[in-house]
Nanobody, 123 residues
């Protein structure tokens, strides 16, 4: 019933910017933390940035100062503003959300994943 749909990926030159969006829809009682992960070829999936329902954030050391995560709770949407992009940022980016499903909210929360969106940084 719950689906996360991502958008905003693409090809950009080093130093450029992209803004990723991820909207959750379906039978949602509440959303706890939301985050962005990325996976490059031959690498494990790694956390890029996360944000709690209250707005506290965490970033991977490699993106601190360049990326900004934000969320709009009314829209069940999380964003990732990526500036000063580097070739090593090239990866498939996945949205994640820890969600308690509706309508009652009874039960444990589960992690849901977006379909992935490709970010390629190349000159």
């Amino acid at each position: 019933q719950v689906q996360l749909v991502e958008s905003g990926g693409g090809l950009v030159q080093p130093g450029g910017s992209l803004r990723l969006s991820c909207a959750a829809s379906g039978s949602i009682f509440s959303i706890n933390a939301m985050g962005w992960y990325r996976q490059a070829p031959g690498k494990q999936r790694e956390l890029v940035a996360a944000i709690t329902s209250g707005g506290s954030t965490n970033y991977a050391d490699s993106v601190k100062g360049r990326f900004t995560i934000s969320r709009d709770n009314a829209k069940n949407t999380v964003y990732l503003q990526m500036n000063s992009l580097k070739p090593e940022d090239t990866a498939v980016h996945y949205c994640n959300a820890n969600i308690v499903i509706g309508p009652t909210g009874w039960g444990h929360p589960n992690d849901y994943w977006g379909q992935g969106t490709q970010v390629t940084v190349s000159s």
